[in-house]
């Protein structure tokens, strides 16, 4: 039973665990072997997804992935919908995952607001998308949080107020400027581009000044953390593993069963997480905040 669970939870279709273990064990299994083991593990997950969260959770990353559901006999793309976290341990932490019809306003609320009833507290700094849905959420829920758009969606963005093919280095210009020490070299360095750009390019300089701001949140944070959270790629990183796993599956016959199989991903990256070493110094955060009170002073 054990082993039928983990081929499951390693994205082998309930098809082919079925035929795997008859051809291994030389007889069948039924429909009840196959729910009872949907029930061991609905139960662990169920355990996971409604843990409370004692601890304050300074870093919140969200994203959002697609899945294919039948529901009603038709096929239809759902929302996965993810929360990591980076505690004042250093260490990162699976907080949610939830399956959503889409990415609106009241989904996204509806997942933080869980994620407060189960003890989320103390989020100082949120790293997620340009999405109007989450971004509204976000303020009725977490107003006290400060918001980072995620410079890499923000590039790829950039590319919809250019030419297909471009061939000079404006675009690798623009993203040097998420290199830079400080805002105040960012801001220089992005005069300098727009000024450089402007008569080339002018929809993209003009779009890239109406919005870059919110990309550029995360130099108000040390700069050892800066490479973290300037981006959702270490959420990226999970998403990319849920896509490898889930790809075998392609279409999940409910949404029950696609919720079992991202839960039980998120269940084993979580604790690969904790495993290992922290992911930052959050001394460096602290002896950043007390500066930014003393220069406040």
């Given at each position: 039973m054990a082993a039928l669970a983990e081929m499951y939870v390693q994205g082998v279709s309930t098809r082919k665990v079925k035929a795997i273990t008859e051809e291994l064990c030389g007889h069948s299994f039924s429909a009840s072997s196959i729910s009872a083991i949907n029930k061991r593990l609905d139960a662990s997950l169920a355990e996971f997804a409604g843990r409370r969260l004692e601890e304050p959770y300074p870093y919140l990353i969200l994203?959002?992935?697609?899945?294919?559901?039948?529901?009603?006999?038709?096929?239809?793309?759902?929302?996965?919908?993810l929360a990591v976290a980076v505690g004042w341990d250093g260490r990162r932490s699976i907080l949610g995952v939830e399956l959503a019809i889409r990415e609106s306003r009241s989904s996204w609320r509806d997942f933080?607001?869980?994620l407060k009833e189960r003890g989320l507290h103390g989020v100082e700094f949120v790293v997620a998308d340009d999405h109007a849905g989450l971004k509204a959420a976000l303020r009725e829920v977490l107003p006290e949080a400060a918001y980072q758009r995620c410079y890499v969606h923000f590039l790829r963005n950039a590319l919809d107020y250019v030419p297909r093919k471009v061939d000079d280095d404006c675009l690798q210009e623009l993203r040097?400027?998420?290199d830079r020490r400080d805002l105040a070299e960012a801001r220089q360095d992005l005069a300098t581009w727009l000024v450089k750009w402007q008569n080339k390019y002018p929809k993209l300089t003009g779009w890239v000044e109406e919005n870059i701001d919110e990309t550029l949140t995360f130099y108000r944070l040390p700069r050892q953390h800066h490479k973290h959270l300037k981006s959702t790629n270490m959420l990226e990183r999970l998403n990319e593993e849920i896509k490898r796993r889930?790809?075998?599956?392609?279409?999940?016959?409910?949404?029950?069963?696609?919720?079992?199989?991202?839960?039980?991903?998120?269940?084993e990256m979580h604790e690969n997480w904790l495993e290992q070493h922290r992911y930052l110094n959050m001394e460096d955060l602290r002896e950043h905040k007390k500066e930014q009170l003393r220069l406040a002073a």
């Open positions: 994203d959002a992935r697609y899945e294919r559901v039948r529901e009603a006999g038709v096929i239809r793309s759902q929302a996965v919908l933080l607001l869980q040097w400027i998420y889930t790809h075998v599956v392609r279409i999940f016959p409910n949404a029950e069963s696609c919720l079992r199989l991202v839960r039980a991903l998120a269940v």
